[in-house]
């Protein structure tokens, strides 16, 4: 008894051993080891999904279209294409910036020296600049130029001076701007459907043939407003913002300065709120929003509300059509739609900071309903903008687990084929042709055996794989209902899911 007992572990081990071979040989590779080690191994937590501490279970408000949603810009760094980073005050501008200029993987990274605030970001093999912000260029459109100087200005400069420094005096900014506001007017684009998609596509090239990508950060209205105070409050002035809108800078009776004297030091709050002409109201939607569609800085040109009107749906336009934008509370989800947008990934990841110097300041019901009250216009942006900023992620993330499945059941399919192609290579060998296989029954049994422990190991494989699509995708996205379709129409799902949630 314990001699057939011995006899049958030896061949169990044979077996197991020959498995075994047979595999190393089909996949010597770290591809499958990766693939056997991912079966047995618990399912990775999502990174993503518990940051910023936001909800498990997004519903959206928008009714989003695909195109809005799929943002894959095909950017040469190699060639004409140029990403124009339009920084707005205290939304966390600077923090990217500096990703932008020291924290890509790039063939050629940018040169940054110690003491110096600008890198010189060249293209590969080049002398050409690659990136148009205050790390690379520098304020070469002004101090914190808004979306109307910089799409009157950017291509007039990349244009007209070639060399990585630009930096036009600021005579030149001003004779720029006025070119760039006489061939406005001179076009038939001078309308308010001038924020149409065609328009803002023609705003994206320049003469010489190159693409510019423009980008953005947003924050929460509240917070940045805050933030801004604080800034005025220990010095901070922005004189040197030239505020240039059809040609011209606003004359001091349509933009009156809120203090007198050098700076506006050690105001207190109160007083910050009660200026009436205080840019830093509304600072977001007024530095999105096509100004010149509204008279530029004249109030006389029509009534308050259809100016407010126009300017906020001038900057979701605008916006929406950029190629890129971030929120300051979802570092992980900017910084992933970033690198899924043009191809470019972050050396390190960007950190989530919840202390900020508007998180120190306490403010009680009253005064954050003012300051709401008083950002109205961002308040809503910064909706449609969360809204939409979800939904791209959402859909990106989606996208790339259904291209992971996709790529999988590829893989199984392949590891299958070299399977079967393998066992019957090695069974044709082991049979002896000469030899009727009646007159060897142990070798039939081997034979047999060795064929179902083949087909038992890739059922096995194939099963783990299957359970393991079905787990992920029963996770992958909170609130969705998934679809057992291939990849090839599940690009659709995501837009099929909002309604289903509506």
């Known amino acids: 008894m314990d001699e057939k007992s011995n006899k049958l572990l030896l061949a169990l081990v044979m077996l197991f051993l020959f498995a075994v071979i047979v595999l190393q040989y089909v996949c010597p590779g770290t591809e499958c080891q990766l693939l056997r080690l991912q079966a047995f191994s618990s399912p990775m937590p999502d990174p993503y999904r518990s940051e910023d501490e936001s909800s498990a279970r997004f519903v959206p408000r928008y009714n989003f279209s695909r195109g809005d949603l799929l943002r894959k810009v095909d950017f040469d760094i190699k060639g004409d294409d140029l990403i124009v980073f339009l920084h707005i005050q205290k939304t966390g501008g600077t923090t990217f910036g500096r990703h932008l200029v020291r ?32 790390f690379s260029t520098g304020w070469s459109c002004g101090l914190h130029a808004d979306w109307t100087e910089l799409t009157s200005c950017v291509p007039a400069v990349v244009d007209g001076k070639r060399d990585a420094r630009l930096r036009p005096s600021r005579w030149r900014i001003f004779q720029i701007l006025d070119a760039a506001s006489k061939d406005r ?40 407003y805050l933030s801004e105070w604080r800034h005025v409050q220990r010095g901070a002035t922005w004189k040197a913002s030239l505020h240039v809108c059809d040609g011209r800078p606003p004359t001091s009776e349509e933009l009156p300065s809120c203090y007198t004297g050098d700076d506006w030091s050690g105001c207190p709050l109160k007083e910050f709120m009660d200026c009436p002409y205080n840019l830093a ?37 605008n ?23 043009f191809n470019m990934n972050f050396i390190s990841p960007f950190t989530q900071y919840n202390t900020t110097r508007a998180s120190s300041v ?31 992620y959402q859909f990106m993330r989606q996208k790339e687990h259904q291209e992971a499945r996709q790529k999988r059941q590829e893989q199984r399919k392949f590891l299958k084929g070299r399977f079967l192609q393998t066992h019957f290579q090695s069974q044709g060998q082991s049979q002896n042709p000469s030899q009727n296989p009646s007159q060897n029954p142990s070798q039939n049994l081997n034979l047999n055996a060795n064929q179902n422990v083949t087909q038992n190991l890739i059922q096995n494989l194939t099963q783990n794989s299957s359970q393991k699509e079905n787990r992920e995708s029963r996770k992958q996205s909170p609130g969705q209902e998934q679809s057992d379709g291939s990849a090839s129409n599940g690009t659709n799902d995501y837009i099929g899911s909002v309604e289903k949630w509506r």
């Open 281 to 317: 109201n509304n600072r977001q939607v007024r530095m999105l929003s096509d100004l010149t569609l509204v008279g530029c800085y004249n109030l006389s040109v029509m009534p308050e509300k259809q100016r407010n009107k126009v300017l906020l749906e001038s900057a979701k336009s």
């Open 185 to 224: 007017r001179g076009s038939p684009n001078t309308n308010p459907g001038a924020n149409s998609p065609s328009s803002t596509k023609a705003r994206n090239a320049s003469k010489s043939g190159k693409n510019f990508h423009y980008i953005t950060i947003l924050r929460d209205p509240v917070s940045r």
């Open 103 to 134: 924290n890509i993987q790039l063939e050629q990274p940018c040169e940054c020296r110690v003491g110096q605030k600008k890198c010189t970001c060249h293209r590969p093999g080049k002398r050409e600049t690659w990136l148009f912000s205050r």
């Open 319 to 341: 916006l929406k059509h950029m190629a890129f934008f971030g929120l300051t509370e979802f570092q992980r989800k900017t910084q992933y739609l970033f690198e899924k947008t």
């Open 362 to 392: 306490e403010i009680n019901e009253e005064i954050q309903k003012r300051i709401e009250g008083l950002n109205f216009l961002d308040m809503e942006l910064y909706s449609y903008a969360k809204d939409l900023f979800l939904q791209r």
